[in-house]
């Protein structure tokens, strides 16, 4: 009996995978290929600088939405991210010279962690190993004094203000205050704010958004996921299961740090400048304000709530300048009381079938299986509907 | 026959009460041991002990003959000691199957879970325990839609999962009807035959279905006595305890 | 000596203001479990509240102004209190049990709050007046109706969407009266004058003792003296450490948890409203005021444990005076005197700015909690189940 329900479920699932599949290459062509090519650059970079947005929406739902961790201090590996590409594109300068802020320091020589940006790959890989470490590191050193919760949320958002006193304090080594600028500066000798590297720089972004959200399901939909789960439900049942949570909440913080990594030196390319500004308060808790909005714990909704949000807030705050507070506040507020599963979570589990009632077509139920093979029900619902 | 659980001279005391004092217990393995006590007996305090959760203050635990001492919780338990709640804790917003599948995995580490599958073996120790907990119509929905009952059968059916040595079971019975309860006491007794058990129980009608074994009680942190039902029901010490006063 | 001296006593004046208001908070958390994250705008509006006392008093001219301040910490007190009670009934209540989204409310809260006295004016005032008129009336009324429970949730979205039309409409119209749109605080931040009294300072141990400072903390073991009265000696602190021990068995006992609550919330907010009194005596307020001490007083219930007092004064001293020792290079300082090596000098002067100080301070608070991860007085004892 359960084996005929197994086998429907499976196929169920394939054909799910495969609409699935068909729609994310649809929008992918649509935001790749279609959208630049209609829409002026400086929207593009608008909407690339959203969509990368999205990207630490995912690693934010990853950990909040899945394992229950509330990080209030996203802002930390976004910046880590965005310095590490900055440095390198500030360094693509004729040999010999450093770049021209260090003047005003009286500095003379590269600081010593300048040094490894001077080579792309290096950079590459640092901009995603960087924050995955230092994320790994505030992680290890909370998870495993079973710090949790509240605790952990504050702890982060603590550690975020010192990243940003430390950031600004530090003028002799990336500029303090003034951050660092990255628009005027060369990438394969081109110059980066040209309409030509933005548009690379798009592409990339849309394609890394893609990759990411792939790996995330990934993440979430095996045993791997599963565990999430239960951390974020029981964490005393899993350590008693004999799984050591903090292993796992580690490695999923790392990641989604560096998943914020990536996602800040996008951002900051299609920006033009990074400041420590990017690490104040608010900004982090903005981010899981977008996952909130979506949906927390579907991914699909941390992309969909970013992008409404930073829409909306983009029209607004152009609007009403003064009073866009109010609104932010607002959005807070009502998110949280009165729509908690977000808009996916909403549509799922009560918009699709009031759609579906709209439409005039039944409401899909579900009962326990055993009822649906009973032949005994059959027979009587069978009566019912012939009466 | 060799021994699964030694205490010796343990004591656990929280800033100066002690809720174990000089407790001293041991049991064989494939062994069920019933332990009975009223409140604040220290019941609870004793299975913390075991699954590592509380640290000793004096004295030391034994585990298969090995101390236990300052081992994290998730190593106890792959040493082999699973423990079940007094209320059922399962993962609500996994199905049925992924609970039991999540325990079933045979290695525990980051690594293996993420990139490993459920092999063979693991997916038939799965299917068989979803038909001994008789769950197997319900396999894929989700936990939170089970009843009390079935939760309690599954968390069970979880811990054998695990295929531990030695399971604790703490008030099996609490909160089910007379017919579940028998269930389980029935679901205990057969799992009893491959696994040693400690079961805790308030209910002495479920404590006679199934302490076929020792059963021992405890008062105030202390071992009060020990040995079969119907002695330890006549002892004068523990009807003392039980209802407060002495039997002329 | 002087100097670590004066070193101390400066921390500890700092420690003051961050242990009134980590009082506050730690009480709220020992009792819900809720951090509130407008802690810091609690302490903004008992600023704004002292700022607005001042100004009251400075047309009576002395010996009036003088008194001003002995006024001012009742009324932040009390207006703190009353926006912290209306914080806990519309919104903190509903979020009882999901500690993480309550963190998420009160931040939004917390900008509610910053915007708020940035653009409040009296038409503002009005408006908000009209609306909670419109609304909270109109509820009271269809609520006697016997089909309430029924028609609940389209009443509720109805009246809010009509009262908050009508209040929006009455807003537009008026907003060209500049009486009425002339904003009650600059954006810019305001200065509150100590009275005369707490001017200047005295001599002793070799330096300069600020009265303002000398004021702070005799009015932190003022503050400390009346909750530990509270807690221990009235009914409803005897009801409040009830309920945060065992809140259903408190409740089936009788005591109203409802009511606890909203107390303990408002008794909370009004401690912030205290500091944010003190803070306004130390240097100039504005609508982020509040954000330059929350994370402190954060980590201070963190380092400090949850339920005993003790531990939140120590934990509010020990940051206050590290935070200050460091961030003014006192350390630095004594270190080149007993001439210590160069490269202790080097580290420590590297720390020695208030913004590094917090770098080092964080750091030191990670360390302590891989000793004690549950705070100074970690709450110990037989939890049945956790």
Known sequence: MSNKTGVQIKKKKQRNKIIELGIITTLVIIMAIILPSIIPAFRLRLIGRFLSLAIVALGIDLIWGYTGLLSLGHGIFFALGGYALAMHLNLQIPEGQIPDFFNLYGVKELPWVWQPFYSLPITILALVIVPGIAAGLIGYLVFRNRIKGVYFSILTQAALLVFYNFFNGQQKIINGTNGLKTDSSRIFDLVVSSAGVQRTFYIITVISLVLIYLLCRWLTSGRFGRLLIAIRDDETRVRFSGYDPTGYKVLVFAISGAIAGIAGALYTVQTGIITPSIMEVAFSIEMVIWVAVGGRGTLIGAILGTMLVRLGQTFLSESFPEIWLFFQGALFLIVVTVLPDGIVGWWTSYGWDKLRSLLGLKPSLITYPSLVEDPDVQQERKEMSEQ | MSKILEIEDLTVSFDGFKALNNLNFSMNAGELRVIIGPNGAGKTTFLDVITGKVQPTKGRVLFKGRNIKKIPEFKIARMGIGRKFQTPRVYLNLTVRDNLDLVSNQNKNVLSTLFGRANNNETRTVGGLLETIGLDTKANLSASLLSHGEKQRLEIGMLVAQSPDLLLVDEPAAGLTDEETENVGALLLSLAQSHSIIAIEHDMEFVRQIANDKVTVLHQGALLCEGKMDEVQNDPRVIEVYLGETPD | ?386
Not at chain 3, 221 to 228: F, Q
Not at chain 3, 310 to 324: E, K, P, R, S
Not at chain 3, 360 to 374: D, E, G, N, S
Request: with cysteine.
């Open chain 3, 1 to 386: 000596m002087s100097t670590l001296i004066e070193g101390l006593f400066n921390g500890f004046s700092i420690g003051s203001v961050l242990l009134i208001a980590a009082l506050g908070l730690a009480i709220v958390f020992g009792l819900m479990g809720v951090i509130n994250l407008a802690h810091g705008e609690l302490m903004m509006l008992g600023a704004y509240a002292t700022f607005v006392v001042q100004n009251i008093f400075k047309p009576l001219g002395e010996p009036w102004f003088s008194l001003y301040i002995i006024v001012a910490i009742p009324i932040a007190f009390i207006v703190s209190a009353i926006v912290g009670l209306i914080l806990e009934r519309g919104a903190i209540r509903f979020l009882y049990g999901r500690p993480l989204e309550t963190l998420l409310a009160t931040w939004g809260i917390s900008l509610i709050l910053r915007q708020f006295v940035r653009s409040v004016n009296w038409l503002l005032f009005i408006s908000i007046g009209v609306f909670s008129l419109l609304f909270f009336g109109g509820m009271e009324l269809i609520k006697r109706r016997s089909d309430w429970e029924r028609i609940k949730n389209k009443v509720t979205a109805l009246l809010l969407v009509l009262s908050g039309g009508i209040a929006i409409a009455f807003y537009s119209i008026l907003s060209n009266n500049l009486a009425l749109t002339k904003a009650w605080f600059s954006t810019r931040n305001v200065d509150v004058t100590a009275p005369a009294w707490l001017r200047g300072g005295t001599d002793a141990f070799g330096f300069q003792i600020p009265y303002v400072r000398l004021f702070i903390i005799v009015l932190t073991i003022l503050c400390l003296i009346g909750v530990y009265w509270f807690l221990q000696r009235s009914t409803w602190g005897l009801k409040i450490r009830a309920v945060t021990q065992n809140r259903t068995m408190s409740s089936c006992l009788g005591i109203p948890t409802a009511k606890v609550d909203a107390l303990t919330f408002a008794l909370g907010s009004g401690l912030a409203g205290i500091a944010g009194c003190a803070v306004s005596l130390l240097g100039s307020v504005g609508p982020n005021t509040g954000q330059n001490y929350i994370i402190d007083t954060f980590m201070v219930v963190v380092v400090g444990g949850v339920g005993n007092l003790l531990g939140t004064i120590l934990a509010a001293m020990g940051i206050g005076v590290l935070n200050y020792l460091i961030g003014s290079g006192t350390l630095a300082l004594m270190f080149t005197n007993i001439k210590a090596p160069q490269a202790v000098l080097d580290f420590f002067f590297f720390f020695a700015t208030s913004s590094m100080a917090k770098v080092m301070v964080f750091a030191l608070i990670i360390t302590f909690l891989q000793i004690k991860p549950a705070g100074l007085f970690p709450q110990k004892g037989r939890t049945a189940e956790l």
